[in-house]
């Protein structure tokens, strides 16, 4: 299934994607998709429904972040052996891990605002993995039973902020609209091969990222088991497992975004975004 939100900012209501591409409200069914709604059960549940018997959207409504209800995200840097080599790091031994706030959470295709003072803001696309239950202590084996799905994330960084501020990137992978998610939920069931799905990013229509979860360093089954050793994971929790080459911190020389300029990203079966960006 690929369940949406969508609607105004901070009023989205549930939805599903129909195999013939259209938005119907799942208003009724479900409160949101959060909570409980992420848990086997209730995907099972949801699968369980007619698409045809739900309405549809007529026109196009805006969607919000794919997932409501989320506790927290955590990302994993330098998770991409070729990344890694662009940004002239080592390998890491264990997943690096940061933070990036609630605030942060956006729709696919809002607006990204350029913060005050930015001089280095830059794009991430990232493979999201969504925790559908709480997860606590599990082996690497029983990890995906954990997880509902998965979606598209720009991990929109500010990389003066997150690397000349002193302390923790945190500070430079936080400010609103740092987080656009979506435009899909895609339930696991729907994606045969997480660690085989082509991924790419374009600013303004050229070719910045082109990369493929294969070179993930840790996969997914490890990073949900390696954060649960050191935290509850609940559901919608969003784990964004890093980025390919082609950052603009790692082009010579850095190129960086402005205002007005578009990022356009994707990965093969996730769907696509589309960001513009605006004044702070
Ligand atoms: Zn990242």
């Known amino acids: 299934m690929k369940l949406v939100r969508y609607g105004p900012a901070g009023q989205e209501k549930p939805g599903l994607i129909d195999a013939d591409g259209k938005l119907r409200d799942l208003t009724g069914q479900v409160p949101d998709i959060a909570g ?12 369980g429904i007619d698409p045809s018997s739900l309405s549809v959207v007529e026109g196009t409504p805006r969607f919000g972040p794919c997932v409501g209800g989320i506790s927290k995200i955590i990302c994993i840097g330098l998770n991409y052996s070729d990344h890694a080599a662009e940004t002239g790091a080592q390998p890491p031994s264990e997943p690096i891990i940061f933070t990036k ?28 993995v969504i925790i559908g239950s709480r997860t606590k202590y599990v082996s690497e084996s029983e990890a995906m039973d954990y997880v509902a799905g998965f979606a598209v994330m720009n991990d929109v960084s500010e990389r003066n902020f997150q690397t000349k501020r002193q302390g923790q990137w945190t500070k430079g992978k936080s400010h609103d609209t740092f987080g656009p998610l979506g435009p899909w939920l895609v339930t696991k069931d729907e994606v ?3 660690h085989d799905l082509d991924m790419w990013l374009d600013v303004n229509g050229e070719r910045r990222q082109t990369g493929t979860t294969s070179t993930m360093i840790f996969n997914v089954p490890h990073l949900v088991s390696y954060l649960s050793q050191f935290m509850t994971l609940m559901p919608g929790d969003v784990i964004t497992t890093g980025t390919p080459p082609g950052v603009g911190m790692g082009m010579k020389p850095p190129q960086y975004l402005k205002v007005g300029d578009v990022m356009t990203l994707g990965i093969a079966g996730l769907g696509e975004q589309k960001q513009t960006v605006v004044a702070a």
């Open 101 to 128: 706030q609630i605030n942060a959470l956006c729709g696919p295709n809002d607006d990204v605002e350029l913060p005050r003072g930015s001089e280095a803001l830059d794009w991430e696309v990232e493979l999201a």
């Open 36 to 47: 409980d709604t992420l848990s086997q059960k209730g995907l099972t549940a949801l699968k």
């Open 192 to 194: 045969a091969d997480v």
